[in-house]
């Protein structure tokens, strides 16, 4: 069992940035590929980002690359999404999710555990 918890949601002006973080329970965090998705309201879940277990390699959605960039550090149980130039389209709940040696790690359906979310919200 994981336990994800993310923070670091709040509200920023557009063109501003924030930084969220997940802190994951457990003691093979490396063995899992960490995502971000988010969730607009009247939207489906969408992908954002993903740092695979193996070598970390990530990958991001087309409407956030070059803006956003997510690391882990696997000895503090941790991954973390910078996020730049923040536009109102990005406002959404984000979820950390946790995908066991998942190559892919890029449709939910992988993932095994999820946070319970942190708001962004963008102004205009």
């Known amino acids: 069992q994981v336990r994800l918890v993310e923070s670091g949601g709040g509200l920023v002006q557009a063109g501003g940035s924030l930084r969220l973080s997940c802190v994951a329970s457990g003691r093979t965090f490396s063995s899992y590929s960490m995502g971000w998705f988010r969730q607009a309201p009247g939207k489906e879940r969408e992908f954002v980002a993903r740092?695979?277990?193996?070598?970390?390699?990530?990958y991001y959605a087309d409407s956030v690359k070059g803006r956003f960039t997510i690391s882990r550090d696997n000895a503090k149980n941790m991954v973390f999404l910078q996020m730049n130039n923040l536009k109102p389209e990005d406002t959404a709940v984000y979820y950390c999710?946790?995908?066991?040696?998942?190559?892919?790690?890029?449709?939910?359906?992988?993932?095994?555990?999820w946070g319970q979310g942190t708001q962004v919200t963008v102004s205009s």
């Open positions: 740092s695979r277990w193996s070598g970390g390699g990530t």
């Open positions: 999710a946790a995908a066991y040696l998942s190559r892919s790690a890029i449709a939910g359906t992988e993932y095994d555990y």
